[in-house]
């Protein structure tokens, strides 16, 4: 694994009654670049265990002596996005895992649709700092909740004029998908990032459509759903670890020192993937085809079922 | 994320049998000969779909009641796709009949003008294939033979099943280094 990073939190901005903004500087020299869609995961620690949380990087690519992130507090949070909220403070330190992106908007789309819903937004700001330096053509669609989950709504009206197309719940504004895919030229590309049920709304559109699979991008990381406690095995030396219910097999295996690679922390990106040999589970991931998921899983997102015990192959 | 469907960029490729009942907006077929009975099978099927169909043919006439246009070449055939797919909705397949030469030139304009290779479908007709010369890049049609002499640089040539998707042609590696031009030694 590459070595985390070493940040100090420079100054906290709190933009709308859920949503923080977070500067972080290098505690010395300066920060690794990244392209724009990138996110970085904080190692939070947290009722005596680390989270890692993924979060976008804001922001123009070209900065390479602060960071910016955007956390929203969530109310089912396992504690990180609390954490974030209520006890980060500037001057503190804190972990990061080097930039990695995920997200990076193709490079031969003639125009670029941007979707967001609420926090959603973070991964564009820095789309659109890119977009627009390179005198790019796009549109970003941004549905929120006025007062609430529109952070940088604003700045954004400023920088974009008619490039932005705002949706507040509030108002009973809706955007309708179908008609916003339904129109686009060969050559667009369309990049999600949102709730579940935004992702879920666009896929479903889009395929309705005959949307080409390849012109169709998503964000995807959610903190690990719970479920039940459960045990694995390690074939390697045959120690028993147990999960409980609130952490995600990736987090207890990197709190035994088990570290696996790991990107998204989402069950999307494939890194963690990890061969079983026995019991039953629970796939959550949106990564693995059916017929591999008889001797794989993704520890990120997926789990052994109630009180199953699984033998990892590790 | 992007789920990609996987594009083995050098295996055989594998040819359309019918057109994909997907959803979409429209369909384009290009056909090398728009008389040819499988081109009226297929305008047939997709028609069955109730999506609008245009068919541009290098020679030929369709029989059908489909709107459809004669170029007279190979670079006019390729200036009108590039018509046809400038303005285009995203969702716009293409289908493309002709023996596999055609077939891949076309592929290459289609994916000049935007269209995903999950967006094109190939119907091979007749058995022309190119070749490929490792040695001058030179490239010529050949039928099914599995050796040639270079018609560029006179090198006697194996053709390889390892067939090329940017080239649209099988690689063709010289059959004897000790004797290339295969004209014995003194
Ligand atoms: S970390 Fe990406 S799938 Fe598990």
Redesign the interface.
């Known amino acids: 694994m590459t070595a985390a990073l070493e940040v100090q939190v420079a100054g906290i901005c709190q933009l709308t009654p859920v949503v923080r903004e977070f500067t972080l500087v290098p505690v010395d020299g300066i920060l690794p670049s990244f392209s724009c869609g990138s996110h970085v995961q904080v190692h939070i620690e947290a009722g005596g265990r680390t989270l890692r949380n993924a979060y976008s990087l804001l922001g123009d690519p070209a900065d390479r002596d602060h960071y910016r992130i955007a956390v929203r507090l969530q109310e089912a949070s396992r504690g990180g996005s609390r954490f974030m909220h209520e006890q980060l403070s500037v001057g503190d330190r804190l972990r990061l895992s080097p930039p990695a992106n995920l997200f990076a908007p193709h490079s031969r789309a003639r125009h670029h649709v941007l979707i967001a819903g609420g926090i959603g937004i973070t991964p564009f700001l820095s789309y659109i700092a890119e977009l627009q330096a390179k005198g790019a053509s796009f549109e970003l669609h941004y549905a929120y909740r006025a007062g609430l989950t529109d952070a940088y709504l604003a700045s954004l009206r400023q920088r974009l004029g008619e490039r932005l197309h705002g949706y507040d719940s509030l108002q009973g504004q809706r955007l309708d998908m179908g008609r916003l895919l339904a129109r686009q030229k060969l050559g667009t590309h369309a990049y999600v990032c949102g709730p579940q049920s935004l992702l879920d709304c666009v896929r479903e559109q889009a395929a309705m459509l005959g949307w080409p699979q390849s012109s169709l991008h998503w964000e995807a990381f959610a903190a690990p759903e719970p479920g039940a406690a459960f045990s694995v095995t390690l074939t390697s030396n045959g120690r028993q670890i147990d999960v409980p219910a609130d952490s995600s097999l990736l987090e207890t295996l990197e709190a035994h020192d088990v570290e696996l690679p790991n990107l998204c922390r989402g069950g999307v990106c494939g890194q963690c993937a990890t061969g079983y040999s026995s019991g039953e589970v629970e796939h959550r991931d949106s990564y693995l085809a059916p017929a591999e998921r008889a001797t794989t899983l993704m520890p990120c997102v997926s789990r052994g079922r109630c009180g199953s015990a699984l033998t990892l192959n590790l | ?5 996987a594009s083995h960029k050098h295996s055989t490729p594998v040819y359309a049998e019918a057109p994909s009942p ?4 429209q369909r384009i077929m290009l056909a090398q000969d728009a008389s040819h009975a499988e081109v009226a099978r297929f305008v047939e099927a997709m028609q069955a779909l109730q999506q609008p169909v245009t068919l541009v043919g290098l020679t030929g006439r369709a029989p059908h009641a489909v709107q459809q246009e004669i170029v007279s070449d190979r670079a006019s055939l390729g200036q009108r796709l590039t018509v046809l ?9 293409l289908h493309v009949s002709g023996d596999e030469a055609f077939l891949w030139h076309c592929h290459a304009l289609a994916q000049a ?7 094109i479908e190939l119907i091979r007709l007749g058995q022309r294939r190119h070749l490929y010369c490792v040695h001058c890049s030179c490239l010529q049609e050949i039928a099914e033979e599995g050796e040639a002499t270079c018609q560029d640089c006179g090198v006697r040539l194996l053709v390889r099943e390892h067939f090329s998707r940017r080239l649209g042609a099988y690689m063709g590696v010289c059959l004897d280094a000790c004797d290339p031009r295969g004209e014995g030694r003194p």
């Open positions: 994320m992007t789920s990609d469907t997907v959803p979409c907006q797919l400038d303005d285009a909705p995203l969702c716009t397949r003008a935007g269209l995903a290779d999950e967006q």
